[in-house]
């Protein structure tokens, strides 16, 4: 018996089939297949209701946009007061107060004692582009260093530092210049000697001419990978005595989700630029660029920017967002997700030859699915009919990872342990299934 999924149709029911054949008609096929077939009447925190009145426990989180989940009414509320007042103005034309509060807001909880000053753009890609832009124009240098298996987004510079050619680069070159992928040492990837990155980094460019290093401290597409011990401190002194600027692209691992606000405070660094979207705004297009003010003060005015950027819904939703989490003491919570994660993941392991690993931070926890846990050897198709065995009983899990092996938790800080529970159990029957 289950408390919070209740199927009432097969999957999916008769009015997302018919929705689903409008699809197929009118939406561009590269918009790609959806995770779940069933399409949302409605959600709350971690729940899900399809237009065929089916429920379910949902971990995606919108692909780890809602920390604070589906529908706060807190989050609900600021935005029907603001779109009763004012939809859009473009801050450059006629500016407003809550676009203010919120970079005074991120300012103030950013790690480091450095004056900082945020600027609002609207996707997690357009934060990383702009980062780049900011740190090039700053160095007056062209080159980013990235890394592998990372996920930076889709325009064409973010999908030429992503790693992943299929499909986010499919035919889609001329890629961007100036771009260098070096390895990312992580505990199942270690580089027996930190110090050999720098060999590395500077037989594959000259360092005087790289503008940043771009890193997710933990990232996110690739697979939940944790840097390896030390690693991050180490880059944090390589850039500095280079010149080069660390720019953390918290767009996944940030707003809460580790069990600190900014995933870069599980390490005691201070970046240069911090790029934030996701959670920000609790699904509303919102995305930001902390940056030392230093850096941000030598550009001129003008030179970034958009028409919609830092929208006044989505800044009233953020607002909203950063309250919710300190009055709900959302980052203890993470950890608390966290750890429930991580012990029903070590069970499952013990248990179950098909899981290899268990690693993330926080309630960043993913499993990696192995056709054998001494070789490693991905087990891609046993997570894809994992993942559809777990729709088939109410519960939507991501994947993760370059090879698609892993099943990465991005569920809503707002879950409760009974919900959470019940979702655990049926991954783990899916598991115990395939
Ligand atoms: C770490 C990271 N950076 C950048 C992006 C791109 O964000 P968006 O899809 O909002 O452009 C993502 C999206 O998944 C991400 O996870």
């Known amino acids: 018996m289950t408390k919070f999924i209740s199927l009432k149709t097969s999957l999916p029911g008769p009015k997302s089939q018919e929705i689903a054949k409008r699809r197929e008609k009118y939406i561009a096929k590269p918009m790609g297949s959806s995770l779940s077939p069933c399409y949302i009447a409605h959600g709350e925190g971690a729940l899900v209701t399809d237009v065929d009145g089916n429920q379910f426990i949902d971990l995606t989180g919108g692909w780890g946009c809602l920390a604070v989940g589906h529908t706060h009414k807190k989050v609900v509320a600021a935005v029907k007061d603001q779109a009763e007042k004012y939809l859009h103005t473009d801050f450059t034309a006629v500016p407003y107060e809550s676009l203010v509060e919120l970079a005074e807001k991120l300012v103030e909880l950013a790690p480091g004692d450095t004056p900082k000053a945020a600027a609002f753009f609207n996707s997690g890609a357009e934060a990383v582009e702009n980062a780049v832009k900011i740190a090039r124009a700053y160095t007056r240098r062209p080159a980013i260093i990235v890394f592998e298996n990372a996920f930076h987004?889709?325009?064409?510079?973010?999908?030429?530092?992503?790693?992943?050619?299929?499909?986010?680069?499919y035919h889609f070159g001329p890629f961007a210049p100036e771009i260098y992928r070096l390895p990312f040492p992580s505990p199942s990837h270690p580089m027996a000697n930190l110090e050999n990155f720098e060999k590395i980094l500077t037989n594959t460019v000259t360092p005087d001419s790289v503008a940043a290093i771009v890193v997710e401290p933990i990232q996110g597409e690739g697979g939940f990978n944790v840097p390896q011990e030390g690693f991050l401190e180490y880059l944090r002194k390589l850039t500095k005595k280079y010149g080069i600027l660390l720019v953390t692209d918290e767009i996944q691992s940030g707003i809460g989700r580790t069990g600190k606000f900014f995933a870069i405070e599980n390490w005691d660094i201070e970046p240069d630029i911090i790029?934030?979207?996701k959670s920000l705004?609790?699904?509303?297009?919102?995305s930001a660029v902390i940056a030392k003010k230093e850096i941000t003060d030598t550009l001129p005015g003008g030179c970034i920017g958009g028409t919609y950027v830092g929208n006044p819904l989505a800044c009233r939703a953020a607002l909203e967002v950063i309250n919710i989490i300190e009055e709900e003491h959302l980052l203890d919570r993470a950890l608390k997700i966290g750890e429930r994660l991580k012990e029903r993941f070590l069970q499952m392991k013990d248990k179950y030859p098909i899981v290899g690993d268990v690693h993330g931070i926080g309630a960043m926890m993913a499993i990696e699915l192995v056709k054998d846990q001494k070789t490693k050897e991905p087990a891609p198709q046993e997570t894809?009919?994992?993942?559809?065995e777990c729709i088939k009983?109410?519960?939507?899990?991501?994947?993760?990872?370059i090879n698609k092996n892993l099943l990465r938790m991005l569920v809503s800080l707002e879950i409760t342990d009974e919900q959470l529970d019940e979702a655990l159990n049926v991954l783990e029957r899916a598991i115990a299934k395939i």
Request: hydrophobic share 50%; net charge positive.
């Open 281 to 286: 705004a609790a699904g509303l297009p919102l």
């Open 393 to 401: 009983n109410g519960v939507f899990v991501p994947t993760a990872g």
């Open 384 to 388: 894809a009919r994992i993942v559809q």
């Open 153 to 169: 987004g889709r325009t064409l510079l973010t999908m030429t530092m992503t790693h992943k050619a299929m499909p986010y680069k």
């Open 275 to 277: 790029c934030l979207a």
